[in-house]
């Protein structure tokens, strides 16, 4: 029974709330300093990932540029005489190779039908060869030097770098073209990025974007292998659209990775210094574990020392306990607990009660933020995942109809970078309204990114299409209007995607057939919304 009484004492209570309040205060010291150290270490990290990824790409670039070069001397230094002459040229190839070897894989001579003149080292299958239709042959007998797409020799299939220079008459005419393969592998070319590791897991990664391929990787298995599809790794997706920097972003297998981004100038391609964060970060993780172990320490010492003050000050608590003790029960609502004496005990008594009322305002301040916005005040996607599931178990029950539009704005980004951030969410808190007096009641708009939104349309019945289009369509009007922000009159427009479904459809599929069909919209001119096709 003493026991029993313990357990449920006031003693007990506050000693559980003052180690609630020491948890508290070690978990914000925990996040606090883990984040400050985080965003330090980050800054270093991406200057590291910098420097290193600009090191290996001016070393790419010069091995480029040098071969590149050369081909061009070679080219203008071929004798034209020996044009008709395949074994003086293959001769002289020979003699050009041996005295600069950086095209291991050899040096051939192609006249304008593609047809290889001579080459060296020669191969005789090689002979059988039409090169017409590369397109680096065909960019030299255009006239221009031109560096090709690295892809498997066409007789061994070592993967390979081909390059092609025009050879000129006297009079400036190409007469043929002159290519040089070098082996990805090859000593001395990209070597410093194949075997270069960052950290222990870390690498490089060499990147042509207008061939969206992998030309070489510290991870063997990538090289020649095709880039991810867009939608797969964002930060990789603005990377191939001419973003050059560092950020933090998740690969196509699901590694959170630290990256620097530069570019290779002479062959358009960029370099990649990728660094798994869990690696990155281990400092602050070291920190971390620091903080815990200290933490249990402190709160052991607490709880032995408020025990024994805690029992000595609270003997007089016996009503209050038992009032407390029917309220665990449940004999009693949960209520304030009355205040028996005017003293420390009473005033101790009045604290816990606005203590209650205080918990009782962050739990419902927190379910609020739980499920809106905070910017704007509208639903956020967690909330719009419940909304979605209870409007696909009304679908199954009425078989109605569900509608899920995906709204991008178009022109946010131009405001957001001039104006500033404040002028951006006050033009997204302005969208918010604008688009909540263009749907029904019954719907759910919802913000589920920096200017993505969502609506969701429920319990529709045959003409779901028209009704989903005719609200589409008054978005698009209630955002033309200029926006009043900062003195300035701003223009934003409205990409949308629609996906129609019933109490059947997935919400993932829902989600992304909107998703692809608002990218439609935006390729396609903007300002528009595209229906997707089942």
């Known amino acids: 029974m003493r026991l029993r009484q313990l357990s449920h004492s006031i003693i007990l209570r506050i ?3 003052g180690l609630g309040i020491v948890v508290v205060g070690t978990t914000a010291r925990y996040f606090i300093l883990s984040q ?7 800054k270093v990290v991406a200057s590291q990932q910098q420097a290193l990824a600009s090191y290996v790409a001016r070393d790419v670039d010069s091995k480029l540029v040098e071969r590149r070069d050369l081909l061009q001397r070679l080219a203008a230094s071929l004798p034209r005489q020996l044009l008709g002459q395949p074994r003086q040229l293959r001769a002289w190839l020979q003699e050009r190779h041996e005295l600069h070897p950086l095209f291991n894989q050899g040096l051939l001579l192609v006249d304008p ?20 239709d590369r397109e680096y042959v065909q960019a030299a007998l255009a006239g221009e030097a031109s560096l090709g797409r690295p892809a498997p020799d066409w007789l061994d299939r070592e993967p390979v770098l081909p390059m092609a220079a025009p050879v000129r008459d006297e009079q400036g005419r190409v007469q043929a073209a002159l290519v040089g393969l070098t082996p990805l592998a090859t000593p001395g070319f990209l070597n410093l990025l194949l075997q270069s590791r960052i950290g222990r897991s870390g690498g490089f990664l060499l990147i042509s974007p207008r061939d969206r391929v992998f030309v ?3 991870e063997p ?25 560092t950020g933090i972003t998740v690969n196509a297998k699901g590694v959170e990775e630290a990256v620097a981004i530069v570019s290779v100038p002479s062959a358009e391609w960029f370099v990649v210094a990728r660094l798994p964060t869990a690696e990155a970060f281990e400092p602050v993780t070291r920190v971390q574990q620091y903080i815990l172990r200290n933490s249990v320490v402190v709160s052991l010492v607490f709880l032995v020392l408020a025990s024994l003050g805690l029992a000595h000050v609270f003997r007089p608590l ?10 665990t029960r449940g004999e009693c609502p949960l209520e304030p607990l009355p205040v028996l004496r005017n003293d420390e005990v009473g005033h101790l008594t009045a604290a816990f009660n606005r203590l209650l009322r205080k918990l009782s305002e962050s739990q419902a301040a927190l379910a609020q933020a739980a499920h809106h916005d905070a910017l704007t005040g509208l639903p956020n996607r967690m909330l719009l995942a419940d909304r979605l599931s209870q409007a696909r178990v009304l679908a199954q029950r009425k078989g109605s109809r569900i509608a899920l539009l995906f709204l991008d ?9 001039s104006l500033g951030h404040e002028a951006g969410d006050e033009v997204l808190r302005l969208v918010a309204g604008r688009l909540s007096g263009c749907v029904r009641a019954s719907d759910t708009l919802a913000r589920v990114g920096g200017d993505e939104f969502v609506i969701l349309m ?15 369509a008054k978005c698009i009007e209630a955002l033309a209007e200029p926006f009043p922000v900062q003195d300035q009159s701003c223009r934003l427009g409205v990409s949308i995607g629609i996906a129609l479904g019933d109490g059947e459809s997935a919400a993932n599929t829902l989600l992304l057939q909107a998703d692809q069909a608002m990218y439609r919209a935006k390729e396609s001119g903007r300002g528009r919304y595209v229906i997707a096709t089942t």
Not at 458 to 472: C, F, H, I, P, T
């Open 15 to 17: 000693l559980l709330l």
């Open 36 to 42: 400050f150290l985080r965003e330090d270490l980050d």
């Open 113 to 132: 039908r593609g047809a290889i003149l001579a080459d060296f080292p020669e191969r005789p299958l090689q002979a059988r060869i039409n090169l017409a």
């Open 216 to 218: 070489a990787a510290t």
């Open 221 to 245: 298995d990538l090289v020649l292998k095709p880039t991810p599809p867009a939608g797969v790794n964002p930060l990789h997706d603005r990377a191939m659209a001419g973003y050059r920097g």
């Open 318 to 327: 016996r009503r209050t306990a038992e009032h407390a003790d029917r309220m």
């Open 409 to 417: 704005l178009d022109g946010f980004k131009p405001i957001n970078d």
């Open 458 to 472: 429920g319990d529709l019945d045959s003409q779901a299409e028209q009704a989903a289009a005719r609200v589409a």
